[in-house]
């Protein structure tokens, strides 16, 4: 079968599209037909080399954390779930991913796939809504009528944070650049603020109840996030490299988020895809063989959206 693969540590040059041997489902594992991945940036920082230590993987390691496919074998132990059923799921991280034709999952990661949506766009909604999902309900604890400032709302996390805030009926104050700023508003913010001309600090003159960083800026600008919470507040920041701040004298939490997989959120995801309460965003879709070019425009920050990655058709 063919996969993207590295062999070594390195910038985008080191993927490899190759051919591998179709793996074999063990016990508990099932083998997936891949109908797509998709491109998230910690596959970038794994392939650097600047996750050994959270995020140990063996090599030659395939990316792909994200995967929506078909099973087309079983292992024992793997009751529930049958040959031809059409997944999701959020794979390990220190696993081999799904940028291949095949891949094994462990049965206890996966939830069945959206109907409303392609199988291959379903790809697009694992690590992202999750990662929404656990800001906002494990961490924010949010609620109807509480006040969220979602920074950095034009990427593909803030695009399903936005719409399951607004279904949990809180008040959505977003930022976003002018590229974005038109699928955020129809995501349901309720405010708009273009953090390209308008200080964050200076438009959001009303405390909130949580604030959701997805931006990946300086600590001086998380830490003047902060002051915009309410006492007893939370602020949620998804960019792990940096701590979030505190503020102990008002009660203000700082709480750093590291994604995992939850088959009852995802589950719980894709019934509100198939309900028509929650969108799948896909901005692109690319063949498998181009993923080495995909993480070198990644490195050049000119990737927008959620990718998907296809495999050939067999």
């Known amino acids: 079968m063919k996969a993207v693969r590295f062999h070594e540590y390195g910038d985008p040059s080191v993927l490899r599209y190759e051919d591998v041997e179709q793996p074999v489902p063990a016990a508990g594992q099932v083998r997936i037909r891949v109908a797509a991945t998709s491109f998230n940036p910690v596959d970038g920082n794994i392939r650097g080399g600047f996750m050994q230590g959270p995020i140990p993987v063996q090599l030659p390691h395939t990316p792909g954390i994200d995967v929506a496919g078909t099973i087309d ?3 024992e132990g793997t009751d529930g779930i049958a040959v031809g059923d059409d997944v ?6 220190d696993g081999t991913g799904a940028a291949a034709e095949y891949v094994l999952a462990p049965a206890d990661v996966l939830t069945r796939a959206p109907k409303s949506v392609p199988l291959a766009d379903a790809a697009a909604l694992p690590l992202v809504g999750l990662t929404a999902w656990q800001a906002l309900f494990d961490h924010a604890k949010l609620t109807a009528g509480q006040r969220v400032l979602i920074n950095g709302a034009g990427g593909a996390v803030g695009g399903y944070a936005v719409q399951l805030a607004k279904n949990a009926g809180a008040d959505v104050i977003a930022t976003a650049g002018p590229r974005s700023s038109e699928a955020v508003t129809s995501a349901g913010a309720d ?3 273009d953090h390209t001309t308008t200080a964050v600090t200076a438009a959001v003159t009303e405390p909130v109840d949580v604030v959701l960083n997805l931006a990946p800026v300086v ?7 902060i002051t915009l919470v309410r006492p007893g507040g939370v602020l949620v920041n998804t960019t792990v490299w940096m701590p ?3 503020d102990e004298e008002r009660d203000v939490r700082g709480i750093n988020l590291f994604v995992r997989s939850d088959t009852d959120q995802l589950a719980q995801l894709v019934a509100l895809t198939d309900r028509g309460e929650l969108r799948v965003d896909v901005a692109e879709r690319l063949p498998l063989a181009q993923l080495p070019a995909l993480h070198a425009r990644a490195t050049e920050g000119t990737v927008h959206g959620k990718v998907i990655v296809v495999p050939p058709v067999a």
Not at 88 to 93: E, H, T
Not at 219 to 225: K, M, N, T
């Open 191 to 193: 405010e708009v603020i």
């Open 73 to 75: 074998a079983v292992g």
């Open 244 to 246: 979030a701040p505190s």
């Open 219 to 225: 600590p001086d600008e998380v830490a003047a996030l």
């Open 88 to 93: 999701i799921g959020f794979l390990p991280m």
